[in-house]
Nanobody, 124 residues
Framework: QVQLVESGGGLVQAGGSLRLSCAAS????????MGWFRQAPGKEREFVAA????????YYTDSVKGRFTISRDNAKNTVYLQMNSLKPEDTAVYYC?????????????????WGQGTQVSVSA
C-alpha cells in the first residue's frame, strides 16, 4: 500500500523559512507526479505546487511563486517544499499527494494518495 508521510511543519515568524518533506513508501515513487496542497480553517483545500515524475517540470500557484520551491529526490522517495519569506496567510495544514500518472495536475481530484498533513503556522 502507498503511504505518504509529511514532516517539517511548525511555528515560524513572518519572513522565516521552513522546509517540508514528504516520504513515500509502498509504490514506485519515480513513476508519478507529486503535489503539495494546503487547507486553512474555514477554507477549501487549495493547490500549492506540483512536480512531474522526473522533477524537470514544476508549477506553483501565484501566491507562492518566488517564495516556495518544490523538488524531489527519487532515490530517497521524497518530495520537498522549501518555503521562504513566509507570511501569516501561509498558515494552513499542508498535504502531500501523489498522482497515478507522470504529469502535473492542480486539482485535488487528480491525486490518488494523500498524507495526513503537517501544520504550518506563521506568526506576524
Amino acid at each position: 500500500q502507498v503511504q505518504l508521510v509529511e514532516s517539517g511543519g511548525g511555528l515560524v515568524q513572518a519572513g522565516g523559512s521552513l522546509r517540508l518533506s514528504c516520504a513515500a513508501s509502498g509504490g514506485t515513487f519515480s513513476s508519478y507526479a507529486m503535489g503539495w496542497f494546503r487547507q486553512a480553517p474555514g477554507k477549501e483545500r487549495e493547490f500549492v505546487a506540483a512536480i512531474n515524475w522526473s522533477g524537470g517540470t514544476t508549477y506553483y500557484t501565484d501566491s507562492v511563486k518566488g517564495r516556495f520551491t518544490i523538488s524531489r529526490d527519487n532515490a530517497k522517495n521524497t518530495v520537498y517544499l522549501q518555503m521562504n519569506s513566509l507570511k501569516p496567510e501561509d498558515t494552513a495544514v499542508y498535504y502531500c499527494a501523489r498522482r497515478g500518472s507522470l504529469d502535473i495536475a492542480t486539482m485535488t481530484s487528480r491525486y490518488n494518495y494523500w498524507g495526513q498533513g503537517t501544520q504550518v503556522s506563521v506568526s506576524a
